[in-house]
């Protein structure tokens, strides 16, 4: 069997600190690759802000120098609100030969009691639970810890950030950024250069 991966996200934009998480438990759980999964319409949060088209392209681009990693469009392919329990159950039937672990952060295992299904889930796909600082994992349902270094940034935070034309160098991959600015996504433009010559250097 080949041991399968997937994390899922708006990924709006993606970042570092998703590339950090894919890395650290396709090593701690000797994983064969990781599939990234955007999210095509989110069943319990806003839309995302950026076109899908573009999502897609960005997760391309980040995860374009890493062989384990793979882009799964499959949430693309369907209308409708996009639940785990139906994708996984759409994976399975076409990758009979993958055993999936599904990645989330310790700030959502509270919540799985609450997903669609979950039951039936669980006995489809090992979850595993990315450890974060204030949250401890704890869930009726049996969650592979992972420990994942902290990466305080967020998607949100970098969006903010394009919009008032802060720094956003090293939080996301260079093409990332230079593919958001190219196509003015969150109202962002063109990186002015944070070094200040003087004329006499």
Request: with cysteine.
């Amino acid at each position: 069997m080949m041991k399968v991966g997937i994390l899922g996200g708006t990924f709006d934009p993606p970042h570092n600190g998703h590339l950090i998480i894919a890395q650290e438990v396709l090593s701690s759980l000797q994983l064969n690759e990781v599939w990234f999964m955007p999210t095509n319409t989110p069943p319990h949060k806003a839309d995302a802000e950026s076109r899908g088209e573009d999502r897609l392209e960005m997760v391309k681009l980040a995860i374009a120098d890493n062989e384990c990693f793979k882009l799964q469009p499959i949430e693309f392919e369907r209308s409708g609100p996009s639940y785990t329990y139906d994708t996984i159950a759409i994976l399975k039937e076409k990758y009979p030969n993958a055993e999936f672990y599904f990645i989330i952060g310790a700030d959502m295992v509270e919540f799985l009691p609450k997903w669609y299904r979950i039951d039936e889930l669980v006995h489809d796909v090992h979850f595993v639970g990315v450890k974060r600082p204030k949250f401890k994992i704890v869930s009726r349902y049996n969650v592979i810890e992972v420990e994942v270094p902290q990466f305080d940034m967020s998607s949100s935070e970098l969006r903010r950030r394009f919009k008032n034309n802060q720094n956003t160098k090293y939080f996301l991959p260079d093409a990332v950024r230079e593919y958001i600015e190219e196509k003015n996504l969150y109202g962002s433009s063109e990186s002015i250069s944070p070094c200040k010559r003087t004329a006499d250097r």
